[in-house]
């Protein structure tokens, strides 16, 4: 089935719109266990729901049909960013509604299972800042904590040892950490 995700993804690139057709059920049950992923994070009573999500995520990489897919790993990633990008703006919408702030931050392992909007802004801050620092690091992150990967499917999809993602993901977290407790 991977290959066949990639043909479709070539083809729908290509403007082949039946291929975003054929394309759409082949995903939807990987986007679905991305978007559970995020929102066992998120807290209890989140106004966005796990199939929302999914759909809005669809339907942003549908508009965007032109980008150059090279493969599945490539898709779910994008996906995997896009879907941290819709809580996070969710997440900032409700902070102007409610106008809040102020709150004291947890450790990285606390503040990245996101059950407080101010903790999702301070992360994906923190992971912006980490990104312009070095963007492996950063990508890492998002595939770990925001993918839902584990550190040998990661080290599979981009390439590298197990213990180079084990060290990267070790750096990660200690910049992360104390760049989320104001120590960077």
Same mark, same amino acid.
């Given at each position: ?77 994008? $996906? ?15 902070? $102007? ?30 992971? $912006?800042?980490?990104? $312009? ?52």
């Amino acid at each position: 089935m991977p290959r066949d995700i990639t043909q479709l993804l070539r083809r729908w690139h290509d403007g082949d719109s039946a291929a975003l057709e054929e394309l759409a059920p082949l995903v939807y049950e990987e986007l679905r266990r991305i978007a559970q992923f995020y929102m066992q994070r998120e807290r209890s009573a989140h106004t966005l729901q796990r199939t929302a999500l999914v759909h809005e995520a669809f339907l942003r990489l549908a508009k965007d049909g032109d980008l150059d897919w090279q493969n599945r790993d490539q898709f779910f990633g994008v $996906a995997s960013r896009l879907m941290r990008r819709i809580l996070v703006d969710h997440a900032r919408r409700r902070q $102007a509604e409610r106008r809040g702030g102020g709150q004291d931050h947890e450790p990285l392992e606390a503040a990245l299972r996101i059950g407080k909007v101010e903790e999702l802004l301070d992360v994906d801050l923190a992971l $912006a800042e980490l990104a $312009a620092v070095d963007a492996g690091l950063a990508q890492l992150v998002e595939l770990r904590y925001f993918g839902g990967l584990e550190l040998p499917e990661i080290a599979g999809m981009l390439g590298v040892s197990l213990s180079t993602v084990k060290r990267d993901w070790t750096a990660a977290k200690l910049w992360l950490h104390h760049r989320i407790q104001g120590s960077i």
